[in-house]
């Protein structure tokens, strides 16, 4: 059996999570203080995702890079986003606006990695999936 991860795919749904949680959570979870649990102003909660969106997007985005496109763009746009993820836990009071603009610019720098590796590669389709 030979598995292999679609590190792009999972970039991707690491960054819908964190724009789950930071967006969806909150209006479905307000019960959570009453129970003593608090997730959605977490800050090492929140570091935690921005580390896993990180580094799951250097492997993908350096595997794309370095095997496949050698496009720059993909790794500009997802550094864009990052900054942008960092920028709203700083400045908190305009984290609505901040982050549905990191996540999309990480979300887009994963899906032009994606399709870059298989434009790049029509004789290794499974090359993408690291």
Same mark, same amino acid.
């Given at each position: 059996?030979?598995?292999?991860?679609?590190?792009?795919?999972?970039?991707?749904?690491?960054? !819908?999570?964190?724009?789950?949680?930071?967006?969806?959570?909150?209006?479905?979870?307000?019960?959570?203080?009453?129970?003593?649990?608090?997730?959605?102003?977490?800050?090492?909660?929140?570091?935690?995702?921005?580390?896993?969106?990180?580094?799951?997007?250097?492997?993908?985005?350096?595997?794309?890079?370095?095997?496949?496109?050698?496009?720059? !763009?993909?790794?500009?746009?997802?550094?864009?986003?990052?900054?942008? !993820?960092?920028?709203?836990?700083?400045?908190?009071?305009?984290?609505?606006?901040?982050?549905?603009?990191?996540?999309?610019?990480?979300?887009?720098? %994963?899906?032009?990695?994606?399709?870059?590796?298989?434009? %790049?590669?029509?004789?290794?389709?499974?090359?993408?999936?690291?």
């Amino acid at each position: 059996m030979n598995f292999r991860v679609n590190w792009d795919a999972m970039g991707v749904a690491a960054s !819908l999570a964190c724009a789950i949680h930071c967006a969806i959570l909150p209006l479905l979870l307000t019960s959570l203080p009453v129970l003593g649990i608090n997730i959605i102003e977490n800050e090492a909660f929140e570091y935690f995702m921005i580390l896993v969106a990180f580094g799951i997007g250097v492997y993908s985005l350096r595997h794309g890079y370095k095997k496949h496109h050698h496009s720059a !763009l993909p790794i500009i746009i997802f550094a864009i986003g990052i900054t942008g !993820l960092i920028a709203k836990q700083i400045w908190h009071q305009y984290q609505l606006w901040i982050l549905p603009v990191a996540v999309l610019m990480i979300v887009t720098a %994963h899906l032009m990695n994606f399709r870059a590796c298989r434009v %790049h590669n029509h004789a290794h389709e499974d090359d993408c999936d690291h």
